[in-house]
C-alpha cells in the first residue's frame, strides 16, 4: 500500500472503523485480516523457495554433483540475491505502493522458477553446470527480493498500535510455515520426481500469491476514523537513522545462526548424525513449526507487555545458550564412545531447540523496526534489516564448508552462539 500516515495513527480500519473505499471498491474493517492473509500467503511461498531448496541440500549435493563448496555457493548466492535486492524493492514499495511491487516480484519469481524447472535441472542427456545454477538462484533471490517490506508496509497501514505485533507475528510466521511445508515436502519430491517438480511447485506458490495479491490488495484512498491517510513519503529518513541502523544489525546477527540451521542442518544430521532423509525432514519441520507458534505467541505477548526489547535480548541469550548446547554434545559424540547411540539420539532434539529460540524472534522484532522508522518508511526500513539477514543467507552457507575444513562441525556451532551473544546488547534500548 502506498498510503502513508503519521508514525502512531497509520491505520485505515480497525475494530469498529468505517469502511475504506478504494479504487472503486468498499471494504469494511475486516478487509485487514484479508490484507494480512495476502502477506502470509506471499512470504510462506517465498520462504519455501529460500528454505525448501536448502532443506534438499543433500538430494542437490547428489542430483548436481557437488562437492560440499559448491553447494554452499549457490545456497549463498539465493540469499545474496535477496540482500542486493531487498533495499531497492523496499524504496520502491515506499514510492510505488505495495500492490505494484507485490505483483511484480511474484509475478516474475513465478516465470524465473518455471523456467529453471524446464532448463536448470538434471537430465539424462547432462547435469547443469555448477555456475548456471548458482547465478540462477541468484536471479530468484533478487525477484523474491520484493516480498518481505511491501507485505510488511501494508500491516503497519492497516493494523493498530495494539495490533501490529500480533499482526507482524503472524506474518513472520509463514516464513517457518513455508519453510517447514518446504522442509517436508521438497526432499522426497526431488528424490522421487526430480528438481523440475521442486522448482514447478515452488513456481506455481508464487504464480498463486501474486493472484492472491491481484485480487484483494488494494490502496487505502480515504481517511478512515478520523486519520488521514496520505500518498507521500513522510518523517525523518530512517537510512539516515542511527537506531534503526542498530536494529536491522542486531536483526541481521541473530539470523546467522537461524541460517545455519536451514542450509546446513540436514547435512550435519546426514553426515554426522546419520540421520535418513525422512527423520531429517522431520526435524527441520519440527524447527519451522515450533518457530511458528513461537511467533505468534511472542507477537501477543509484547504488545500486551510493550517489552519488544527485553523479549529480543531473551531470545539473543536463550539462542546463544542453545547452540553452546550443542556444541558442547557434538564435542561429547566422539569423546565418549559408550554412550555414542543416546548422544546421537539427542542432538536432533537439541538442534531443533535451538532452531526454535533463534527463529522465535522476527515479528517482534520487525515491529519494533517499522515502529521506529515510521509508516511513510516501513518498506525501507524493513528491507534494510532484511538486507543485513540475506547477506547472512549469503555468507553462512559459503564460510560452513570453511569452517568444517578447520574445525569441523564444533567450529560451526561454537560460531552460532558466539553470533547470537553479540546481538544481545545491541538489543538494549539507547538512553
Known sequence: MSA????????????????????????????????????????????????????????????????????????????????????????????????????????????????????????????????????SLLVTGLLGGSVNGSSGRAIMVWFRENERGFAMSIRQTAVPLGGGLGALILPSLALAFGFSAVFGLLAAASALSALFAWRWLHEPQAAVGGHAVSSGVTGPVPLRNVEVWRISTAIGLLCFPQVAVLTFASVFLHDFAGLGTAAISASLAAVQVGAMVMRVWSGRFTDRHGNRRQFLRWCSALSALAFMMLWLLVLAVPAMPASHSSLIAILPLVLVAAGISVSAWHGVAYTELATLAGAGHVGTALSLANSFVFVGFFLVPVAIPGLLRLWSWPGVWLSAAACALVAWPIFLRRA
Open 4 to 135: 502513508t500516515v503519521s508514525r502512531n495513527d497509520c491505520q485505515p480500519s480497525g475494530r469498529g472503523a468505517a469502511a475504506t473505499a478504494a479504487a472503486g471498491r468498499t471494504f469494511g474493517p475486516n478487509h485487514r485480516w484479508k490484507v494480512l492473509g495476502i502477506g502470509v500467503a506471499a512470504n510462506a511461498g517465498f520462504s519455501a523457495t529460500f528454505s525448501g531448496i536448502p532443506a534438499t541440500a543433500v538430494v542437490l549435493r547428489q542430483n548436481y554433483h557437488l562437492s560440499n563448496a559448491e553447494l554452499g555457493l549457490a545456497l549463498g548466492l539465493l540469499g545474496l540475491g535477496v540482500a542486493l535486492s531487498e533495499l531497492p524493492w523496499g524504496l520502491l514499495t515506499d514510492r510505488w505502493g505495495d500492490r505494484r511491487v507485490l505483483l511484480i516480484g511474484l509475478g516474475a519469481t513465478a516465470a524465473w522458477l518455471l523456467a529453471m524447472a524446464l532448463l536448470v535441472v538434471p537430465t539424462s542427456s547432462g547435469i547443469p553446470d555448477v555456475m548456471l545454477l548458482a547465478m
